[in-house]
């Protein structure tokens, strides 16, 4: 019967410390708005990997897909993906993006941005990001950046719809930028 017991015991022990550990390292999310069609529909459910940006695992890059708090004035958490980091200078014209002068090639937007925006220097500790629906979304290029405490984590997995499942692809946008210049 002790033995028993003890089993029982280490068996709980273990399913909380799993529970803990997966709950302080990923989240799910709940896309509610549609500016990062072509690639995030609403409804669709994707998991955030919150330890990707922990400051001994990495930080945010170019291209990646992020979960944060909303500019002030909504309530809602905003999926965006990060396309200038601290420091960098981005411009909306013509049709592209450009971040430190280099036009990115986008593949993943559904449409080509429909507006200009001059020139703006990403401030220090904050980064601009853009929806893949440029033409419909509210993003860094209405005056507003995300400040790198308020970023929850990197979009991970689809899981919801199932025939949306799978890993959230990747476009390393600094590879562009540092091959452009160079």
């Known amino acids: 019967m002790k033995t028993f017991l003890r089993e029982i015991l280490i068996t709980i022990a273990l399913a909380l410390v799993i529970f803990f550990v997966a709950r302080g390292t990923i989240q799910t999310y709940e896309v509610f708005m549609t500016s990062m069609e072509p690639n995030f529909h609403e409804g669709q459910r994707v998991v955030v990997n919150k330890a990707a940006y922990w400051d001994w695992v990495g930080e945010p890059e170019r291209g990646d897909v992020i979960i944060f708090n909303a500019p002030k004035g909504s309530d809602e958490d905003f999926i965006k993906r990060i396309i200038g980091l601290p420091g960098d200078t981005v411009e909306v014209r013509n049709g592209s993006v450009y971040v430190?002068?280099?036009a990115l090639d986008e593949?993943?937007?559904?449409?080509?941005?429909g507006y200009t925006m001059p020139e703006k220097k990403v401030p220090e500790?904050?980064?601009?990001?853009?929806?893949?629906?440029?033409?419909?979304?509210?993003?860094?290029?209405?005056?507003?950046?995300?400040?790198?405490?308020?970023?929850?984590?990197?979009?991970?997995?689809?899981?919801?719809?199932?025939?949306?499942?799978?890993?959230?692809?990747?476009?390393?946008?600094?590879?562009?930028?540092?091959?452009?210049?160079?």
């Open 100 to 102: 430190n002068d280099v």
């Open 107 to 113: 593949p993943y937007i559904i449409s080509p941005p």
């Open 125 to 182: 500790a904050q980064y601009f990001v853009l929806g893949d629906n440029r033409n419909h979304s509210n993003d860094s290029h209405n005056g507003w950046y995300v400040d790198r405490p308020e970023i929850h984590g990197k979009a991970w997995l689809s899981t919801w719809p199932p025939n949306l499942w799978g890993v959230v692809p990747e476009y390393p946008l600094g590879n562009q930028i540092a091959s452009a210049q160079n």
